[in-house]
């Protein structure tokens, strides 16, 4: 009798989980199941009202709801930069940030009308995709489901890495672990 295994969410992960989990040499039954009317999850492609065409990746900083759908660009800034800001003793403000995201976003993209709505967070010597403590909580969940003997799996941007990469591999090693072996590729 063949096993069925649900894979939850139709993102960049649960697709790569489902085909990998079919590719291998005894595959189980995989039933997909998505909450939204396309797959995809966070990435996907929205053509703004000049045509241009905007990639939204996997889960960037946005907010939640129909905020976050809408949000069409992320500017990122850090490494040199806020360390020279730090450095001359300039205070590290909200306000100053979204100023040199709209200047960057003006010089680089040619983007001269001031945005509808900004969301401003401030993460040092992180990755911004995640909160303080997300590694422990993480490895405390494994922990748990190791322990419980549950057969649940993680995989996706929420858990880690922040790249359409990283959610392919996260997928199938995800169907590695259902598995216990390697998919023929």
Same mark, same amino acid.
């Given at each position: 009798m063949s096993r069925t295994v649900v894979v939850l969410g139709g993102g960049i992960s649960g697709l790569a989980a489902s085909y990998h989990l079919s590719r291998a040499p005894y $595959? $189980?039954?995989?039933?997909?199941?998505? !909450?939204?009317? &396309?797959? !995809?999850?966070?990435? &996907?492609?929205? &053509?703004g009202h000049d045509g241009a065409i905007f990639e939204l990746g996997p889960r960037g900083i946005r907010p939640a709801g129909a905020l976050g759908a809408r949000t069409l660009l992320m500017v990122m800034m850090g490494g040199s930069w806020l360390q020279t800001l730090e450095a001359s003793g300039c205070a590290l403000s909200?306000?100053?940030?979204?100023?040199q995201a709209q200047e960057a976003a003006a010089t680089q993209l040619g983007l001269k009308e001031p945005p509808s709505y900004c969301l401003v967070h401030l993460h040092k010597n992180c990755i $911004?995709?995640?909160?303080? !403590?997300?590694?422990?909580?993480?490895?405390?969940? &494994?922990?748990?489901?190791?322990a419980q003997r549950l057969p649940l799996t993680l995989a996706g941007a929420s858990y880690e890495g922040v790249a359409v990469n990283d959610c392919i591999e996260s997928g199938r090693q995800a169907a590695v672990s259902v598995l216990g072996t390697e998919p023929h590729s």
């Open positions: $595959p $189980p039954k995989v039933i997909l199941v998505e !909450g939204s009317e &396309r797959l !995809g999850g966070w990435i &996907r492609s929205v &053509r909200q306000e100053l940030f979204q100023q $911004p995709q995640y909160t303080l !403590g997300h590694w422990q909580k993480l490895e405390s969940a &494994r922990q748990f489901l190791a």
